[in-house]
């Protein structure tokens, strides 16, 4: 029974995407055909001077240039980072734009590392949190070294969510910033509760814990205001476990339809400085624009228009009784790390 049923899950993900083909065709080339398309660009002039704000993997690619522009804004940035010597590079060169920043070392693969960044930054209050760092499905790695999940989904959420909820019981967290990804559309929720959580199903939990927060009540009782970002198909460090064999058809591709890191990084920019609504599911947003006849019909790639397109999420319909069961799963995976004081 258990083979018939992995046959079922890689025909279901094989179909799937045989159906999504045509679409992928279409936003790949809307997105080469973005010079002769209606592309606004957002501004970014938010004056962020006096606000502090931690990104997680700040040192490359996404992150990286977060940091940047938010720093450029005013911001105090704190890059929490595993590569020191790149999270110097990161910080030397905001300091060289008369930019201020900081760097924090956490290492997503481990829990202790990640509960000693939660001790250093609490106290002050933390006015974005970003949870930006990431990996992809193609790491050697498979297993996670603390818990009993892959690796992907340990870094990408896991022990980002197990930040968060150590954070919040020493210091003011005003805001989260959640890094989504279009891959979410293909998540199977149920892999997360059988243990083999990847990619995408790391990338569904980051919009679930996105609209949890902002919803309050669930999670924690008091509403953390929340917005989810989908940086868009971005051309950074995350790739470099393409197969070499593939690598020459890979660039062809993300030199083509990808974005660069900084265009990658506005909707991350933008959600942790825009002004945001009261209480909702959490906004969603993209990188590429949104026709006004229909709003999603460039998610996968597209013209890039600024990062502030509100877009459509798939999510379970019983949304908020599978984010209650996640966050037990989290819990049961995070084990003393979370129970312990901090």
Same mark, same amino acid.
């Given at each position: ?79 929490? !980072? ?27 693969? +481990? ?39 892959? *690796? ?8 980002? @969510? ?7 019981? *020493? ?6 910033? !959640?890094?989504?990804? =279009? ?43 929340? =917005? ?6 971005? /051309? ?16 062809? =591709?993300?030199? +083509? ?31 590429? @624009? ?14 890039? /228009? ?37």
């Amino acid at each position: 029974m258990l083979i018939i049923r992995h046959l079922v899950v890689i025909a279901g993900h094989w179909g799937r995407t045989a159906l999504m083909t045509p679409i992928l065709v279409a936003c790949a080339v809307a997105a080469m055909l973005e010079p002769w398309l209606p592309s606004p660009r957002a501004p970014l002039s938010t004056n962020l001077r006096g606000k502090r704000i931690v990104i997680t993997g700040a040192n490359a690619g996404v992150g990286k240039h977060a940091a940047l522009r938010l720093a450029k804004q005013g911001a105090e940035v704190v890059l929490a !980072c595993r590569n020191p010597s790149k999270a110097e590079a990161v910080r030397a060169e905001i300091e060289a734009a008369s930019g201020t920043a900081a760097i924090l070392r956490v290492d997503l693969l +481990s829990f202790e590392s990640v509960r000693a960044a939660a001790r250093a930054l609490g106290g002050s209050p933390i006015d974005v949190l970003l949870l930006n760092a990431g990996t992809n499905a193609n790491v050697p790695t498979l297993r996670h070294p603390d818990a009993d999940c892959s *690796t992907v989904f340990g870094v990408n959420f896991l022990a980002q @969510w197990l930040l968060l909820k150590l954070l919040a019981r *020493t210091t003011v967290v005003r805001r989260v910033v !959640c890094l989504g990804s =279009v891959m979410h559309h293909v998540a199977d929720i149920q892999a997360v509760f059988e243990d083999r959580a990847d990619y995408s199903e790391s990338k569904l939990a980051m919009i679930l814990l996105a609209r949890d927060l902002d919803r309050g009540g669930g999670l924690f009782d008091d509403r953390i205001p929340a =917005v989810a970002a989908n940086p868009g198909a971005v /051309s950074t460090e995350i790739w470099r476990y393409t197969p070499a064999f593939a690598r020459p058809l890979f660039d062809l =591709v993300a030199r +083509s339809i990808f974005l660069t890191p900084d265009q990658g990084a506005a909707t991350s920019v933008h959600a942790a400085t825009c002004a945001l609504p009261p209480a909702t599911d959490a906004l969603y947003f993209a990188p590429y @624009w949104q026709p006004s006849l229909f709003p999603s019909a460039f998610e996968w790639f597209g013209p890039f /228009s600024g990062g502030a397109n509100i877009t459509y999420c798939r999510l379970p319909s019983n949304e908020r009784a599978i984010a209650s069961q996640l966050w037990r799963k989290c819990e049961s995976l995070c084990g003393s790390a979370l129970s312990d004081p901090l």
